[in-house]
């Protein structure tokens, strides 16, 4: 160990480990073609995000991301991000560290298995850990973005495939009358939902869905989110939130909602520590 892995490093241990935990659970619990997903979402979005990145900045060398993927297989889990750190340490910046190295890692490791140098499980765990070393970094992503002076801005969507829309839309209309500007996102799929939503990279982002069957469909989409938006706070309401008292650790949700006025001083919360984060940077 490094000693890298600590709260002084600006690395958000909690947050890096609940995402750890959401691939082990998917491994231990879903079938092998939902962590097969998972696993392709974190490649296929961190993918995209590279493309735009070369054109700036160009590749990472070779050589940095072979080492990099071989950590991210290794034994012990923290190597991969102590490595991730000491790069941000000698003056990487957050964004080529998740655009440049961790996309590449990714890209290689979705090549290796395809070439049958790996197998799916070693791929689940290589991209489980890119997932979780980018939650990590969110801290400092936030640290390095700006605030836009509309922060008052969430959007609201029904997860895909949800048909019960009608309390996000009531949501979304008692938050605007309260002063928050909201956008509302309903009957879309999961492609145009992490498309629309990326697109505006929103500070907030409320998630609804009325039953356990859609937890799969709400980590997908959460995965991908995180991926296009890692500054974004994620909140989860709806039916599924009295449902399911474990929705957090299985979707890797900020938080778990139940009635509005909570939602409404979660929301309040998260923008006053990203303003005050945003004061003392």
């Known amino acids: 160990m490094t000693g890298n892995l600590n709260e002084s490093s600006g690395l958000d241990r909690t947050a890096l480990d609940r995402a750890n935990d959401l691939f082990r659970s998917g491994r231990a619990t879903l079938p092998q073609e939902a962590v097969h997903a998972l696993a392709q979402e974190v490649i296929a979005r961190l993918d995209q995000r590279n493309k735009e990145t070369l054109r700036v900045e160009g590749p990472v060398p070779q050589a940095e991301i072979?080492?990099?993927?071989?950590?991210?297989?290794?034994?012990?889990?923290?190597?991969?991000?102590?490595?991730?750190?000491?790069?941000?340490?000698?003056?990487?910046?957050?964004?080529?560290?998740?655009?440049?190295?961790?996309?590449?890692?990714?890209?290689?490791?979705?090549?290796?298995?395809?070439?049958?140098?790996?197998?799916?499980?070693?791929?689940?765990?290589?991209?489980?850990?890119?997932?979780?070393?980018?939650?990590?970094?969110?801290?400092?992503?936030?640290?390095?973005?700006v605030v836009l002076p509309d922060e008052f801005r969430a959007v609201f969507a029904a997860s895909p495939g949800e048909t019960h829309t009608l309390g996000v839309t009531m949501a979304a209309d008692q938050m605007r009358r309260r002063g928050w500007q909201i956008d509302l996102k309903v009957g879309m799929s999961h492609e145009e939902l992490v498309d629309s939503i990326s697109h505006r990279q929103y500070p907030i982002i409320g998630l609804s869905a009325s039953c356990t069957s859609m937890?799969?469909?709400?980590?997908?989409?959460?995965?991908?989110?995180?991926?296009?938006?890692?500054?974004?706070?994620?909140?989860?309401?709806?039916?599924?939130?009295?449902?399911?008292?474990?929705?957090?650790?299985?979707?890797?949700?900020?938080?778990?909602?139940?009635?509005?006025?909570?939602?409404?001083?979660?929301?309040?919360?998260?923008?006053?520590?990203?303003?005050?984060?945003?004061?003392?940077?």
């Not at 991210?72 to 889990?77: R, S």
């Not at 995965?223 to 957090?248: H, T």
């Open 66 to 145: 072979d080492a990099l993927c071989v950590d991210l297989l290794a034994a012990d889990e923290n190597v991969a991000t102590d490595r991730i750190m000491r790069a941000h340490d000698s003056g990487v910046s957050i964004e080529r560290l998740y655009f440049g190295y961790l996309a590449q890692a990714a890209r290689q490791l979705g090549e290796m298995w395809e070439d049958d140098e790996a197998s799916l499980l070693e791929v689940a765990i290589g991209t489980g850990r890119i997932y979780a070393i980018m939650r990590g970094l969110r801290r400092l992503f936030c640290a390095e973005s």
């Open 215 to 281: 937890i799969f469909a709400l980590s997908r989409l959460i995965v991908a989110l995180r991926i296009r938006n890692p500054g974004a706070w994620i909140m989860i309401s709806g039916k599924i939130a009295d449902l399911e008292p474990d929705l957090m650790t299985l979707t890797d949700a900020d938080a778990v909602v139940k009635d509005l006025p909570e939602a409404e001083v979660q929301m309040q919360n998260r923008l006053q520590a990203r303003l005050q984060a945003q004061r003392r940077g």
